[in-house]
Antibody, heavy 117, light 110 residues
Framework: EVQLVESGGGLVQPGGSLRLSCTAS????????MTWVRQAPGKGLEWVSF????????DYADSVRGRFTISRDNAKNSLYLQMNGLRADDTAVYYC??????????WGQGTLVIVSS | QSALTQPPSASGSPGQSVTISCTGT?????????VSWYQKHPGKAPKLMIY???KRPSGVPDRFSGSKSGNTASLTVSGLQAEDEADYFC??????????FGTGTEVTVL
């Protein structure tokens, strides 16, 4: 059974930082591109960031570029999202998801990030 | 990338069919064959139901089917069952490494 488990969410003040983690099991992690997707309260899903299986191709949504950094450790079957300069509009449930051949096939249950003073 | 438009809700009685639309643009839905549909129950991870417009992953019942015409994709659930009650959302590859997502549809089994 494939599982993606996110962690690291929580309450943070504006301007603060958080590091999200996603641990994968049940799939050959090193063969999958990975993606972060978020959903703000009452809003639709938003693609946030992409990292290729070998980390040589990375991309960000304009809304987070320069503030968020995606990375992965294939030896640990783990994906990360370092979030700096957090703003109120970054408040959302953050999902990690596997990306293969232009489809997102597996998702985690999400971790909630709340940016508030 | 802009959100793909879905109706907020849909419903049907057990055994009936329900169809959900997903409208985008030529830069996403209309431009690629990579449209997916997901089922999400509260508190659970989204589950892939349809990919590449019409394909079903192993284990997904054939009651679920997908189609596309122009910039609009559709998911049809035939023979509705109680366990089909969930939120459904679409996704389309949008070029580069990016995806556009639907606004989501809550399906109720009456």
């Amino acid at each position: 059974e494939v599982q993606l488990v996110e962690s690291g969410g929580g309450l943070v003040q504006p301007g603060g930082s958080l590091r999200l983690s996603c641990t994968a099991s049940g799939l050959t992690f090193s063969r999958y591109h990975m993606t972060w997707v978020r959903q703000a309260p009452g809003k639709g899903l938003e693609w946030v960031s992409f990292i290729s299986y070998s980390s040589d191709n990375i991309d960000y949504a304009d809304s987070v570029r320069g503030r968020f950094t995606i990375s992965r450790d294939n030896a640990k079957n783990s994906l990360y999202l370092q979030m700096n300069g957090l703003r109120a509009d970054d408040t959302a449930v953050y999902y990690c998801a596997s990306d293969l051949a232009h489809k997102i096939d597996w998702w985690g249950q999400g971790t909630l990030v709340i940016v508030s003073s | 990338q802009s959100a793909l438009t879905q109706p907020p809700s849909a419903s049907g009685s057990p055994g009936q069919s329900v169809t959900i639309s997903c409208t985008g643009t030529s830069s996403d839905v209309g431009g690629y064959k990579y449209v997916s549909w997901y089922q999400k129950h509260p508190g659970k991870a989204p589950k892939l139901m349809i990919y590449e417009v019409t394909k079903r992953p192993s284990g997904v019942p054939d009651r679920f089917s997908g189609s596309k015409s122009g910039n609009t994709a559709s998911l049809t659930v035939s023979g509705l069952q109680a366990e089909d009650e969930a939120d459904y959302f679409c996704s389309s590859y949008a070029g580069g490494n990016r995806y556009a997502f639907g606004t989501g549809t809550e399906v109720t089994v009456l």
